[in-house]
């Protein structure tokens, strides 16, 4: 069986979309449905991936919007991170981090060993 690096299936860096902390929630949306992706790359300072923004880490602000809260019991640390990422306004409070990378000649195997990890 042929070995596929991960450079063989990754969007060239010069097509990557990416946005910066401040980056509000609207303009992520657009981009992710405008570009056809699935997920942002947060850039900070010196371009350094901070996290990333992906259309999971929308979809409980989707949820919860137009909908009155509910009286509930204490929530779980699950719950609480849902509720943040609902209320969130920009990429830094929707991102996921710490990301996880890896090198393009690493395998795609590994590459995705490590996602599922």
Do not use: N
């Amino acid at each position: 069986m042929k070995h596929r690096t991960v450079a063989s299936v990754m969007t060239p860096a010069e097509r990557v979309v990416t946005v910066r902390p401040g980056t509000p929630y609207k303009e992520i949306a657009r981009l992710l449905t405008e570009h056809e992706v699935s997920a942002l790359p947060v850039l900070g300072e010196g371009d350094r991936v901070l996290g990333v923004v992906s259309e999971a880490d929308l979809l409980p602000k989707e949820s919860r919007s137009q909908q009155p809260e509910p009286t509930r019991p204490p929530l779980t640390p699950a719950q609480a991170r849902t509720r943040h990422k609902a209320e969130a306004a920009t990429a830094l409070e929707l991102m996921t981090s710490p990301v996880v990378t890896i090198t393009a000649d690493e395998d795609v195997s590994e590459a995705a060993r490590r996602m599922e990890e």
